[in-house]
Nanobody, 122 residues
Framework: QVQLVESGGGWVQPGGSLRLSCAASGFPVNLYTLGWFRQTPGKEREAVSCMTYSRTPDTTYWADFVKGRFTIARNNVENKLFLQMNSLKPEDTAVYYC?????????????WGKGTLVTVSP
């Protein structure tokens, strides 16, 4: 059974930090690009950051709006994906999804988690 399970969301004040985790199972995780996407009501789901898998090196994609603030990490042994989010802003409030697919494009991702809500407010 394919599973992508996110955790680590919650409420944080502006300028704060959160660390999201995603545990993947039920498919050949190491053959897929893994990534984080986010969505707010009325907006399309957008890519935040993705990391491909190759022997060396991993290729990482970053959305412009998170460069320098977020860090993505991937544990290919435990099939986990992480997103360290620092200097959070109210506009980062969204449901964050973990997904697996062929590239960092929400329209081509094969598997999705159920999402974890991140709320950034005073």
């Amino acid at each position: 059974q394919v599973q992508l399970v996110e955790s680590g969301g919650g409420w944080v004040q502006p300028g704060g930090s959160l660390r999201l985790s995603c545990a993947a199972s039920g498919f050949p995780v190491n053959l897929y690009t893994l990534g984080w996407f986010r969505q707010t009501p009325g907006k399309e789901r957008e890519a935040v950051s993705c990391m491909t898998y190759s022997r060396t090196p991993d290729t990482t994609y970053w959305a412009d709006f998170v460069k320098g603030r977020f860090t993505i990490a991937r544990n290919n042994v435990e099939n986990k994906l992480f997103l360290q989010m620092n200097s959070l802003k109210p506009e980062d409030t969204a449901v964050y999804y973990c997904a697996a697919g062929s590239s960092c494009d929400p329209s081509v991702m094969n598997y999705w988690g159920k999402g974890t809500l991140v709320t950034v407010s005073p």
